[in-house]
């Protein structure tokens, strides 16, 4: 029997509960649906819709069925139509007529709104730990590279030397961006739209502030309307995966052109590459490649929901259901390759040697000799003049720089001894540069942020009704 069969009579075509269900995918809510329907019976009781023995039965009605969906014993009714319809169905199996109050004052609009916010600040939360981890990773590799060095590059063409720690914490800075993009965005989504009914509130005494207190929300929404049409939680989620994706992707690319025979920077751990089927010899770097191509869908989900949302009125439309998949789709593969990634990271076998030998090349110091020149007051256009001019010449004629230098007469043999290989990498001395004293510094500092979000990630852990629904709920 339909929820509706009172006004449409019970004749839903199958290919339209085909086409409409959304059960086999939002079966993964279940244990916010539950979460969500024990705070709002607690809040009809308060505001005395329900008896205690009525809300007893409730209760004890939810955890069964919150037990059989753990142990896998839920049986799901092919007229189920999506997590909220079999759960209420069930409880009125198992409640009687009792059964029939669950849903008092509430819409599955504001209940669906509701479940996907605990869903997402929940599932962001475990991500931003799974970064936090990764970042981890690039520190302890950090801090075992010392002072090894290897090109920094720009246009992919060698630029100036950098130490590895340097290179390595890049890409952790950049993770702590997402993280501050994901805390904010789970701030931001810290608003229970349970209250808000179909689309209006209600003629009922609800008690929408303490159902959203009870729910560990900041506060309740301000406006029917906009709580059970507003996505924009599960766009800010999305773009926020994407771009977490977009500077996996990056790390991947870099895995895979430093582990080339061309670059042979790194050396990936048999664990985390993988072989052919066909090549005996090859080793490849898949779990890399994977975090790249990943990219792509991710970015996918996010473009796909901001035009799902783009044209619709006010308030909710059927359109809505649209956000679940690229949301679970972009939680479920971001979750799969930072753990993949930090192991790569971890266990990588960085060729120290290999890259000391690509950055000791004498033109890396180009600048270096600039600089010694503007040092003796000479303008630095001019002196990046002379030193291009001798680099070129040094190519041009095939005569070592080092010989033209010495031979130059603002230059000399002081200034050659700054092309000898790691001369250069030592005389980055600025804040943030790639040097060594900078970079110990930088560590430090690295160190104190990850502890910043630490606490700041736990904060939300604390927050979290339940834990996920186990993986048997979530798999069909
Ligand atoms: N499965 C629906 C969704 O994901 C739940 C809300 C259904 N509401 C409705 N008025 N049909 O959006």
């Known amino acids: ?18 086409f409409s269900t959304s059960l086999e995918f939002d079966r993964r809510l279940a244990a916010d649906d539950l979460d969500a329907s024990r705070a709002h019976v607690r809040g009809l ?28 014993d839920f049986e799901f009714s092919s007229e189920d139509e999506d997590i909220h319809t079999a759960v209420e169905r069930r409880v009125t ?16 609009n504001d209940q669906i709104a509701t479940d996907l ?22 520190l302890v590799r950090a801090e075992e590279a010392g002072e090894g060095y290897l090109p920094g590059y720009t246009h992919l063409q060698r630029a100036q ?56 929300f ?5 406006n029917s309307l906009d709580a059970v049409s507003d996505r924009d939680f599960v766009v800010e989620a999305l773009f926020d995966l994407a771009l977490l994706g977009v500077h996996l992707s990056r790390i991947g690319e870099e895995m895979v052109i430093w582990s080339t025979e061309e670059f ?23 779990v890399a490649e994977l975090a790249r191509g990943k990219s792509g ?40 390759a930072l753990p993949a990634l930090a192991g790569l990271i971890s266990t990588a076998h960085f060729e120290a040697d290999r890259m000391e030998e690509a950055a000791g090349g004498a033109a890396m110091a180009a600048v270096d000799l600039a600089e010694w020149l503007v040092e003796r007051g000479i303008p630095f256009r001019q002196a990046h003049a002379v030193v291009g001019g001798l680099v070129r010449d040094s190519i041009e004629r095939r005569v070592p720089l080092e010989e033209l230098i010495a031979a130059h007469p603002a230059l000399g043999t002081e200034a050659v001894a700054l092309l000898a290989p790691g001369v250069a990498v030592t005389r980055r001395r600025t804040p943030g540069s790639a040097g060594p004293a900078p970079v110990r510094k930088q560590i430090e500092r690295f160190v104190a942020r990850l502890d910043v979000d630490r606490s700041r990630i736990a904060r939300w852990d604390d927050r979290a009704v339940v834990p996920g629904p186990s993986p048997d709920v979530a798999a069909h």
């Open 1 to 18: 029997m339909t929820l509706w069969h009172g006004r449409l009579g019970d004749g839903t075509a199958d290919v339209v509960m085909r």
């Open 45 to 72: 009781s308060r505001s005395g819709l329900l008896t205690q023995d009525e809300l007893e039965r409730l209760l004890a009605a939810l955890d069964q069925v919150d037990r059989e969906l753990v142990d896998g």
């Open 93 to 108: 199996e198992i409640a009687g007529d009792t059964g029939g109050k669950l849903h008092t004052g509430r819409s599955r």
């Open 117 to 138: 916010r605990l869903y997402s600040r929940r599932e962001l939360t475990r991500i931003a730990h799974q970064v936090l981890a990764l970042q981890e990773a690039f």
């Open 161 to 216: 030397p950098v130490l590895l720690a340097h290179h390595l914490l890049a890409h952790g800075w950049a993770l702590a961006r997402d993280i501050d993009r994901i805390l904010a965005t789970v701030e931001r989504m810290d608003v229970s739209p349970l209250g808000a009914g179909a689309l209006a509130g209600s003629s009922l005494p609800l008690v929408p502030d303490s159902v959203s207190e009870e729910l560990g």
């Open 218 to 222: 900041a506060g309740r929404f301000e």
């Open 264 to 286: 042979g920077f790194v050396v990936l751990d048999d664990a985390f590459a993988t072989g052919s089927s066909m090549l005996p010899q090859k080793k490849n770097p898949d």
């Open 297 to 336: 869908r991710l970015i996918g989900n996010l473009t796909g929901l901001l035009a799902t949302l783009k044209g619709l009125p006010l308030s909710y439309n059927r359109d809505l259901q649209e956000d679940k998949e690229p949301l679970f789709d972009s939680i479920e593969q971001v979750g799969l």
